[in-house]
């Protein structure tokens, strides 16, 4: 057998495992994206807060997030805390892989959503508000009628690059053995040792992700009337 008809088959091969490990990808990018956006939300009204009890908290959250690697908070979410309890309560502790790998997506994906809605708000001219408050409107009905629907024109673009970016990133979870796209590639690789074909597949098929997920992004873009993303 040729090289290229043995590369073919051991492609053709791990397809079934890489596509298993496509829509565990999808599903905990998708799930992190959803919860990293709620909890950027508030860090982002915490940091334009003019109380410090909640600028403080948000904006160190945000800079400890954005200050660290994605692959060391995934360490110290799975192994860190677990051991931390373990040696305060003497009792095994463990966290399911999966719900590991959303939780510390979800928080990290919540610190540079929180830079997205923040410029996006910050975006949206000052006298937009002034203009809605002499109307008779509170600043929460303001913020919720006026300046929020303006801001997230503003928000779609950025959002969507933070979401193929953690597509990206959520290959790291193999670390703690959460059997995506990259882990499942590895152990077939592990077994096989067919380490060419394997990782290009790997490759070409987050590749179809990303190209599919931006496809879809710039269909809603555009009918929402927003400019084309930055890419």
């Known amino acids: 057998m040729s090289l290229l008809a043995s590369y073919i088959e051991h492609a053709i091969n791990v397809f079934p495992s890489l596509l298993r490990g496509a829509v565990i990808t999808i599903e905990v990018t998708t799930f992190a994206i959803f919860f990293g ?4 939300t508030i860090a982002a009204f915490g ?5 410090s009890v909640f600028r403080i908290p948000s904006s160190m959250y ?3 997030i954005r200050g660290t690697p994605l692959f060391v908070q995934i360490l110290l ?10 040696g305060i309560t003497g009792e ?32 949206v001219d000052r006298g937009q508000m002034e203009a809605a408050r002499s109307l008779g409107m509170t600043e929460g009905q303001a913020m919720k009628e006026v300046i929020m629907p303006q801001a997230v024109r503003l ?8 979401f193929i970016a953690l ?21 077939y690789v592990s077994k096989t040792f067919a380490a060419f074909p394997t990782y290009i597949s790997v490759a070409f098929v987050y590749l179809a992700l990303t190209m599919g997920i931006s496809r879809v992004l710039n269909y809603i873009e555009r009918r929402l009337g927003v400019s084309d993303r930055s890419e």
């Open 155 to 162: 928000i779609i673009p950025p959002l969507g690059n933070e």
């Open 77 to 86: 979410f799975y192994y860190g805390i677990p051991g931390l309890i373990i």
């Open 47 to 51: 940091k334009l807060s003019r109380r």
């Open 167 to 187: 597509l990206k990133d959520s290959s790291l979870l193999a670390v703690i053995s959460v059997h995506e796209l990259s882990k499942n590639g590895m152990l």
């Open 62 to 64: 945000v800079d400890f």
């Open 92 to 123: 095994p502790f463990r966290i399911d892989p999966i719900l590991a790998g959303i939780a510390v997506c979800s928080i990290n994906s919540g610190a540079y959503n929180a830079e997205i809605v923040r410029a996006g708000i910050k975006s």
């Open 37 to 40: 956006l709620i909890l950027g």
